[in-house]
């Protein structure tokens, strides 16, 4: 979490990685590395208040830092191999032979083959990323959703250059890919065009423009997404041949026989035992029982033989009838989770959703023949504080809360009915619901709020009670401290002193739960549509993104199948791990499994397009805006200040597909118009709102002038008068900022498309018919 700008985004959610980071120390002879906790200079440097003066991979570091850092490095190397190890019971243990105290490893290399069969087989795996050496499939598997080769010379590596007999790629056998030049008619060039019905982007080109690893801006970044998804729509600037900037595609039937070249010769090696073999109609997987080179987690026992369920057959979107387009298995599902009053932060994510997706609002009704799937947002509310026990009527008790809050009654208008969906979180029913967990989970209720390996313990009056219907993994009533600052008790982050982590954490979890078990999108509530995410739909894999610089998974965006194996793979690592989900953990279970590829890492530059400035990376080629600190969003320094009225929606980080401005929940989106502002449908719920921030005000001016009197010793003054109700001065253009930031500019932007005053950003404007 980024309280207020006092810590640094790398360490959202978890305080204590701000000063530590990973060191890999080479193991000899073993081809592997040992993951060591270190001291995080970068962090030291920070706080001691070093400014960077390198715009963009690499900082340097002052001597003397360089030397204490080297010291405590010394001293904390020390520490370690003098530290005892425990496991979950705190029992004391010797590692094993193959044991290795820094891994997750819970899974046999067999498991871990089957899991990346049942990926690829099931259309999970549209990438001609290599498979690492590491999951030593030796059979050549057939991949459905890669298109088939025609020509030799672009057959892709299938042999490993250094592991004899492995196999490293898979054979393409779907339809063929037409990539699309997306622009909109003469007579359309306002807008850009909606994305065609069952569009695909193509990530191995995102990769290829937009990997920060390989040295690429996000700046430049942001001009292949924009000009390869139609959105500089008359206002292209001539530039070369940009063919390889087309990244999306559709998928056609291919009238070309399946493959004119011979298949590759099946890899077979001598030195793998023929252990089992499993069929999946052509495709015929060998397994390696050899477990040689894995480091299994110290104290912890191999996973029994993993069950899967059968593969799903790949179906191109052009194959579905207009019914199976959106069925329980393909619907178009946004999850997001929330703790708390409904406030202005959940209210601007849904009207950034309505502002962009096509969620057919600017027509009488949808029609049922539509080629392309409804979207939906499934908006799941915590009634309370993360560890407590709710009351049996919690769900009739969250609509009456709901209609009688002016941010959150507005969607509950019959117009959002199919498309907008408040749904209760209930902890214990949600884990009930995962097969891989259902029956074990309990025994972690003690350390549910997990969140990498730091666990907030929740105090159970009686541990041998079992509750059905507890909204935390704690299965018990719990117990809590009258005292305000108790954490156990914050509901909602009310500033960076009062941060509700105990929600934070739960999410961290509830994302995987709700994507495993429903399939979709998941997004974190500080997050706001930038574009329609068709394309991102229609790639069938599994993603979430960078964590800035760092090779990480930042989990704010999260897209998982319905019951995936990799869903099987992170819960029961994470069932031998604690239940931990923060994304850092996350990023050490994919690593020590080498399914990293199962769970692909997106560039930031998508999703979070500020975050390496903030970090003070890539400054001599910043992005438009050019954000040094998330608060900028908020508070636009002065000399930006032109820029957001003069651009507006279209100059925000054009091209990515949502921004995340890192928490801030304390602070107004827009504090002179801090109300929704949606017109005479919703006038009743603005009215509420105004005299709601009336009120606040005027006890804010009696504080104040109170503490002056106190200071003074005189009592004898009267208060001062309590500002009007007069609605037309609270609306003259003198009451306003005279510079919006970007944020205010973004609110105001959605709520005039809600009041009819503007389209949405392709041009459509809301039929409230």
């Known amino acids: ?226 000009i390869g998804g139609g959105l500089d729509n008359g206002e292209r600037t001539r530039r070369g041949k940009m063919d390889d900037w087309h990244y999306i595609y559709i998928e056609q039937h291919d009238d070309e026989p399946t493959d004119k070249n011979p298949l590759p010769e099946m890899i077979k090696s001598d030195t793998l035992d023929d252990s089992e073999i499993t069929t999946n109609g052509n495709n015929a997987l060998r397994i390696n029982d050899s477990d040689s080179g894995l480091r299994k987690k110290a104290g912890a026992e191999w996973e029994k033989e993993v069950r899967l369920p059968g593969t799903a057959p790949y179906t191109p979107y052009y194959t579905l009838d207009t019914p199976s387009r959106c069925d329980p298995d393909n619907q178009r599902l946004f999850h997001m989770f929330w703790a708390g009053a409904f406030t202005d932060k959940p209210y601007l994510a849904l009207l950034s959703f309505l502002y962009t997706q096509n969620t057919g609002i600017h027509l009488h009704d949808w029609p049922e023949d539509a080629k392309v799937c409804r979207p939906q947002f499934w908006l799941w509310i915590n009634p309370g504080p993360a560890a407590s026990v709710p009351n049996p009527n919690a769900v009739h008790d969250m609509f009456q809360q709901l209609k009688s809050n002016p941010w959150a009654s507005p969607f509950l208008h019959p117009r959002f009915k199919d498309i907008i969906h408040f749904k209760l979180w209930n902890t214990t029913e949600q884990l009930d619901g995962v097969p891989e967990i259902k029956d074990e989970w309990r025994k972690y209720r003690n350390v549910l709020f997990n969140s990498g390996g730091h666990v907030v313990s929740v105090k159970a009056e009686d541990p041998a009670s079992e509750s059905v219907n507890s909204t935390s993994a704690a299965t018990s009533s719990i117990s809590v401290q009258d005292d305000d600052q108790d954490m156990t008790k914050r509901l909602g982050s009310k500033s960076s002193d009062t941060y509700d982590r105990m929600s934070v954490i739960l999410s961290d979890m509830a994302r995987f739960v709700l994507c495993h078990r429903f399939g979709g999108i998941y997004l974190d509530a500080d997050t706001i549509f930038l574009r329609d995410w068709e394309e991102l739909w229609g790639w069938r894999g599994a993603f979430a993104y960078r964590w800035s610089r760092l090779p990480n998974y930042n989990t704010a965006v999260l897209r998982m199948n319905k019951g995936s194996a990799l869903g099987t793979f992170l819960f029961r690592t994470a069932l031998k791990n604690g239940l931990d989900f923060h994304p850092m953990t996350v990023s050490r279970y994919t690593a020590d499994a080498a399914v990293e590829g199962l769970l692909l890492r997106l560039p930031d530059a998508l999703f979070d397009s500020a975050w390496l400035n903030t970090e003070e990376y890539q400054r001599d080629r910043p992005p438009q805006p050019y954000f040094t600190m998330f608060e900028h969003f908020f508070e ?132 409230w018919d």
């Open 1 to 226: 979490m980024n309280n207020g700008g006092l810590l640094s985004p790398v360490t959202e959610k978890r305080h204590k990685v701000a000063w530590v980071s990973y060191f890999f120390l080479p193991i000899p002879g073993s081809g592997r590395r040992l993951r060591i906790l270190v001291p995080n200079a970068s962090a030291v440097r920070y706080h001691l208040g070093f400014s960077s003066r390198s715009p963009r991979m690499r900082r340097k570091r002052p001597p003397l830092l360089v030397f204490v850092a080297g010291f405590v490095v010394c001293l904390f190397f020390l520490f370690l191999t003098r530290r005892r190890r425990y496991n979950i019971s705190h029992q004391a243990w010797t590692p094993e032979p193959g044991e290795d105290q820094s891994s997750t490893l819970v899974f046999h290399r067999k498991d871990l083959q089957r899991f990346w069969t049942w990926e690829i087989l099931s259309g999970h795996y549209p990438s001609s990323r290599s498979i690492p050496e590491e999951i030593a499939l030796t059979e050549l598997l057939t991949n459905p959703s890669l298109p088939s080769r025609h020509n030799s010379s672009l057959s892709p590596k299938y042999r490993s250059s250094t592991k004899p007999g492995v196999v490293v790629g898979t054979r393409g056998v779907g339809p063929k890919r037409v990539y699309l030049d997306i622009q909109s008619k003469p007579s359309e060039i306002a807008y850009p065009p909606r994305p065609l019905a069952g569009s695909v982007a193509d990530m191995d080109i995102i990769m290829k423009h937009c990997d920060f690893s390989q040295d690429k801006y996000v700046r430049d970044c942001l001009e292949v997404l924009r």
């Open 636 to 767: 636009t320094p002065a000399r930006d200040g032109a820029a957001p009225q003069a651009l507006g929606f279209r100059g925000f980080f054009r091209g990515a597909y949502s921004y995340h401005f890192h928490n801030f929940w304390w602070k107004p989106f827009d504090p002179a118009r801090d109300f929704p502002d949606l017109g005479p449908t919703f006038k009743a719920g603005e009215e509420e709102a105004r005299a709601a921030l009336r009120k606040e005000k005027n006890l804010k001016k009696l504080a104040e002038f109170r503490k002056a009197m106190a200071e003074k010793g005189d009592k004898a003054q009267k208060p001062p008068p309590a500002d009007p109700v007069e609605e037309e001065d609270e609306d003259r253009v003198e009451k306003d900022k005279r510079d919006l930031d970007w944020a205010a500019v973004l609110k105001r932007t959605f709520e005039a498309y809600v009041r009819g005053e503007r389209p949405n950003m392709y041009g459509e404007w809301i039929n």
